[in-house]
């Protein structure tokens, strides 16, 4: 893994950023998702280096990454405006977009929003805004399976995590959404992660500063509007890679009706995989976006 360089934006943060590759070869942005870091990418980084310009950055609240206080300094807006302050500091125009679980929840947002800046784009294990909300009104599997969110957004389980509390939150919050073990440095450097001062709160503030609704079981809430009026299409060509045997985000609902949205759309399938994909089959993903952005 490459060194990580301090990077402080015009948003206000400093990100820890793992830069690999030639600056003269296409340029890929990786977004990890909760509750990791670049580390998401240790796999991919160095394959994808051989050939592209590669930036994964540790985003705000994570790992030692800048942590404002505060939920609403973690808003949709201000974690895009992030990324596209992080691609101005390398003089990016244009670029390959990359984003596991609240990362790829990022990437859909800014391909929707800036679809001139980000030229392609690849989504591991994350659902599109539109059907995901959806899911969570009309898929009991989906709700039930969303409730961790409510838990998540209760301010009142951040004192628990710490020391022996951030051991259960990995052995019964984390694990059980793998398909294999983590152990040794691996383990290690998640708790060093999740220990630094505010990460845990940092992190679950996305949670917190989404607009996204979840339901309880048999709740009946107002529908928003927005799920059954037209939705603006991802413009550019876009591959997604699911862990078919992601516990938190069941393929049913978050990829059928999928290509009516992404008009170019590749659909990388992975069986036997959860939802960390990327280093749960690194081969399998990085083969998948190796083979797709040579294309």
């Given at each position: 893994?490459?060194?990580?360089?301090r990077?402080a934006?015009?948003?206000?943060?400093e990100?820890d950023?793992?830069?690999?590759?030639d600056?003269?070869?296409?340029?890929?942005?990786?977004?990890?998702?909760f509750?990791e870091?670049h580390?998401?990418?240790r796999?991919?980084i160095p394959?994808?280096a051989?050939d592209?310009f590669?930036i994964?950055p540790?985003?705000?609240?994570?790992?030692?990454s800048?942590?404002?206080d505060?939920?609403e300094?973690y808003?949709?807006d201000k974690i895009v405006a992030?990324?596209?302050a992080?691609?101005?500091?390398?003089?990016?125009?244009?670029?390959?977009?990359?984003?596991h679980?609240?990362?790829?929840?990022v990437?859909?947002?800014?391909?929707l929003?800036r679809?001139?800046?980000?030229?392609?784009l690849i989504i591991v294990?994350a659902?599109h805004p539109?059907?995901f909300?959806?899911a969570l009104?009309d898929?009991a599997?989906?709700r039930?399976?969303s409730?961790?969110?409510t838990?998540?957004?209760?301010t009142?389980?951040?004192?628990g995590?710490?020391?022996a509390?951030?051991?259960?939150f990995f052995?019964w919050?984390?694990?059980?959404?793998?398909?294999s073990?983590?152990a040794?440095?691996?383990?290690?450097?998640?708790l060093?992660?999740w220990?630094?001062?505010g990460a845990?709160?940092?992190m679950l503030?996305?949670y917190?500063?989404?607009?996204?609704?979840?339901?309880?079981p048999g709740?009946?809430p107002?529908?928003?509007a927005f799920?059954?009026?037209?939705?603006p299409k991802?413009?550019m060509?876009t591959?997604?890679i699911?862990g078919?045997?992601d516990k938190a985000?069941p393929?049913?609902p978050?990829?059928t009706g999928l290509?009516?949205?992404?008009?170019d759309l590749?659909?990388?399938?992975?069986?036997?995989?959860g939802?960390?994909?990327?280093?749960?089959?690194?081969e399998r993903?990085?083969?998948?976006?190796?083979?797709?952005?040579s294309?």
């Open positions: 893994m490459p060194d990580l360089t990077i934006l015009p948003t206000g943060v990100l950023v793992a830069v690999a590759g600056p003269s070869h296409p340029p890929v942005i990786l977004l990890h998702g509750p870091s580390r998401t990418w796999h991919q394959a994808l051989t592209h590669v994964a540790d985003q705000r609240g994570y790992a030692r800048s942590k404002p505060g939920v300094s808003t949709a992030d990324l596209f992080l691609a101005n500091h390398f003089g990016l125009e244009r670029f390959t977009l990359v984003g679980d609240w990362g790829g929840a990437a859909w947002m800014a391909a929003g679809p001139d800046r980000v030229e392609r294990n659902p539109l059907l909300q959806r009104f898929d599997e989906q039930r399976a409730q961790y969110i838990r998540f957004r209760d009142g389980i951040d004192k995590l710490v020391g509390g951030l051991e259960h052995s919050t984390f694990v059980q959404h793998l398909t073990a983590v040794g440095h691996d383990k290690a450097a998640y060093d992660e220990g630094q001062p845990m709160t940092a503030n996305w917190r500063a989404s607009g996204i609704i979840v339901p309880a709740e009946t107002p529908r928003p799920l059954d009026a037209p939705f991802v413009a060509p591959l997604v699911w078919m045997g985000l393929p049913g978050n990829l290509d009516a949205l992404v008009p590749t659909v990388e399938r992975l069986d036997g995989v939802h960390f994909a990327p280093w749960e089959a690194p993903v990085t083969d998948a976006m190796r083979a797709w952005l294309r």
